[in-house]
């Protein structure tokens, strides 16, 4: 997985910003068991592992949102 490869689909960018919080998430919460991390040296290629694992997780979220707001009338999506 690259950079290119998400920017290519209009699912994998519209999951990126999902993604990258769950990378930083999962990155950030064992930095006092793996202290080497603090630097962020090798964050980039942790990010497209994790986007590589959760990309279909979080695809499927997107869609059954979009599908939602595609059910709502008029008046609803206006709120």
Known sequence: ?????????EIREKIFPM???EACRQ????LDDVPERAD?????????????QKELEYAKQVYEMEAQE???????KSR
């Open 1 to 9: 997985m690259t950079f290119e490869d998400i920017k290519a689909s």
């Open 19 to 21: 993604v990258l919080e």
């Open 27 to 30: 990155w950030c919460v064992f």
């Open 40 to 52: 962020g040296e090798g964050f980039a290629e942790f990010f497209y592992e994790i986007f590589e």
């Open 70 to 76: 595609a059910v709502k009338t008029p008046k609803e």
